[in-house]
């Protein structure tokens, strides 16, 4: 630093100027991405999203906040520290103006390793809310280290919620947690602490489960340990009313004085048993639930997948301790036979709930009985809003659920420009809609996309334009280049077909675009040889097949020594059947609660409105030919092109999912 020379000084002076003139005009022209928890109760805190948000208005804002201009021209004749400390607070005004692009500017003037530490402390988290660490979480749990006791109170507040956001990102759930308690301590105002609660509730509801050992979680706070107990009760699928109602009693015996006591506990009744819900108003015959009917097309064309569901069911069935109910099977293949009849037979049989059907056609049928005197638990989904009969639910592998949330991911990843390549089918298209009006609606941008046709293995027409490529010119000097105003590629694919776009990808100088996937990218078994062509993608996938756990993995081998010949073929739609069974207890029971996010086989499952289950995934990439789950090894942006080290190969089938005719 030069800080003293008067030469220095008046070469500063045009580079500010060209900040005046350029970046004063500038507002909502930064991918940014704010974290999700802002600091409870503080004025000064930043917007939620820039392209969201309105400025402050200058009345209602201190003098000191009204302009950044102010700030820069008081810099502009200062030096050493203080010109450093005037151009942060340039920045920060700038961000509460909402001109983000204004604040990156001012920063780049800042010698970040040379502020004092608290100041230091504030150009790192202000970076990280104006997006610049949003897919570097681990740097910024690195360089933001937590607040100590000389930290004011509105810093350390907005430190602990985007260090619990970095964790949340990593899959670190109950790390996450813990920086949300710590936040906590901050909050004088018992409304804002109470608020403060209650999202970490929601946090702990819809978050990544906790896979954290009893060792561990002891190395936490009594609060801590609180929070983390009563969420593995509360999202236990597999836990009957009694079962529930016992272990929250014990639970409160042993957290009398815990904040969860008011916030969770008080607002449901667990002393009796639970109201009846809107979507199943039905109780069972005499108090007791002892028989399901499972409607499966388990002849005709459907009956692969439809046997692998059943497996699946049955595994989970056979998991369970005596006393089990007993499942009657249907067979729905038959085209004689109409699902109204099967379904009048299966209660006639003394069913207490119906699971099944499975195509879309056969789903819509039964959605249309205005009067089913049990519940149903459809393995398909028909159209959102579609009109339901009372106690009908609806679940199963949806394309377009999985790529709304390829959306979600990088608009949290900070993403937000996005092209797309997907297969000219039907469920390209679909898929294609889907992942568009979900980033449509989280403020993102599809710049364009390319349809390609799945039987051909030459792409470079599709990339050609996609990209905008130009083929380097010796004549002329100028090298190969692509568009630069691309965030990412949205790739919908199966395996072959990504093993040849990825590469084809590098070969456009594409090489450090990140890519995202539906998880029908990965065959679902390990093949290192040839996945080592898929390095870098990050797609979501459901934890049976991403080896969570070893409740999973006990699951997945008891499934594998019943049906050695079926299971390796499609074991996603025997975590579906798994699900399946899990969900269909606590509907007879009436005990699946709406807005809960039940850790499961074949994702995070969630109770939403019409009845509809949703599927949270887990988020892992390919790392030498390997998937492996982001929070336990973040992916550098550099694909990871290394000899593998080979493993045990599995010959994956490409398969795993409902066939497209089920889809329609």
């Not at 930290?151 to 996450?176: C, F, K, P, V, Y």
Request: proline share 7%; glycine share 6%; net charge negative.
């Amino acid at each position: 630093m030069t800080e003293n020379n008067p030469t220095a000084k008046r070469a500063r002076q045009p580079l500010l100027l060209i900040i005046l003139l350029t970046g004063l005009s500038a507002c909502a022209g930064t991918s940014s991405v704010t974290t999700v928890f802002p600091p409870v109760g503080s004025e000064t805190s930043p917007p939620a999203r820039e392209e969201q948000s309105e400025s402050i208005p200058v009345s209602q804002a201190p003098v000191w906040e009204n302009d950044a201009e102010f700030y820069l021209q008081a810099a502009d004749e200062a030096e050493g520290n203080e010109r450093n400390s005037l151009l942060l607070r340039a920045a920060e005004t700038a961000h509460l103006q909402n001109k983000g692009s204004l604040a990156l500017e001012i920063l780049e003037f800042l010698e970040l390793r040379e502020l004092p530490a608290n100041e230091r402390h504030r150009s790192i988290l202000l970076l990280a809310e104006l997006g610049q660490f949003a897919d570097r979480p681990l740097t910024l749990l690195t360089e933001l280290s937590p607040p100590d006791a000389n930290t004011e109170n509105d810093l350390a507040l907005r430190i602990w919620g985007m260090r619990a956001q970095s964790h949340l990102t990593l899959g670190q759930t109950l790390e996450a947690i813990d920086a949300l308690v710590q936040q906590e301590q901050y909050l004088s105002d018992p409304a804002a602490r109470r608020i403060h609660q209650e999202s970490i509730w929601r946090t702990l509801r819809s978050a990544p489960p906790l896979d954290n050992s009893p060792q561990e979680l002891m190395s936490y706070g009594r609060t801590t340990q609180g929070w983390a107990e009563l969420a593995d009760i509360m999202l236990d699928l597999w836990l009957g009313p009694d079962e529930l109602h016992a272990a929250i009693a014990d639970w409160e015996r042993n957290h009398a004085r815990h904040p969860a006591n008011q916030v969770v506990l008080a607002k449901e009744s667990y002393a009796a048993a639970p109201t009846q819900s809107a979507f199943n108003p039905y109780t069972q015959r005499d108090g007791v639930f002892d028989t399901i009917a499972l409607m499966l097309p388990l002849s005709g064309s459907y009956a692969t997948p439809a046997a692998a569901v059943r497996d699946g069911f049955m595994t989970a069935y056979y998991r369970r301790p005596e006393p089990r109910p007993e499942v009657i099977v249907f067979d729905t293949g038959n085209p004689n036979d109409s699902i109204e009849r099967i379904a009048e037979q299966a209660i006639l049989a003394g069913a207490d709930i119906l699971v099944g059907p499975l195509s879309k056609n056969n789903v819509a049928k039964l959605a249309m009985v205005a009067e089913i005197p049990i519940p149903t638990l459809a393995l398909n989904y028909l159209e959102e809003n579609t009109s339901l009969p009372a106690g009908f639910y609806q679940f199963g592998l949806s394309p377009e659920d999985e790529a709304s949330q390829v959306a979600d991911r990088a608009i949290d990843d900070g993403r937000l420009n996005a092209l797309a390549m997907v297969p000219d089918t039907d469920w390209g298209r679909r898929t294609l809609q889907a992942f568009h009006q979900q980033l449509h609606n989280r403020g993102g941008q599809l710049l364009d996309y390319e349809f390609f046709d799945p039987e051909k293995s030459d792409f470079r027409e599709q990339l050609t334009r996609l990209l905008k490529f130009r083929a380097a010119s010796k004549k002329e000097d100028v090298p190969a280049s692509i568009r630069e105003d691309m965030d990412y590629i949205f790739l919908a694919a199966q395996p072959q077909q990504a093993r040849i776009i990825r590469p084809q990808l590098r070969f456009f100088r594409a090489t450090y675009v990140p890519v995202y996937a539906t998880s029908h990218v990965y065959s679902g078994s390990v093949n290192q040889r040839r996945d080592q062509d898929l390095n870098g993608i990050r797609f979501g996938d459901m934890p049976w097949i991403l080896d969570q756990g070893d409740d999973l993995r006990d699951a997945r081998e008891l499934a594998a020594r019943l049906w050695p010949d079926s299971y390796a073929q499609l074991p996603r739609l025997y975590a579906m059947g798994f699900d399946a069974y899990a969900l269909a207890t606590q509907i007879a029971k009436d005990n699946l609660r709406q807005g809960y996010g039940y850790p499961a086989a074949s994702g995070v499952l969630t109770l939403q409105d019409y009845g509809r289950i949703s599927r949270g995934l887990v988020w892992a990439h390919f790392n030498n030919g390997l998937a492996q789950l982001l929070g336990t090894n973040p992916p550098l942006e550099a694909p990871l092109i290394a000899e593998p080290e080979i493993t045990e190969e599995i010959e994956d089938s490409e398969q795993g999912y409902l066939p497209e005719e089920l889809l329609e």
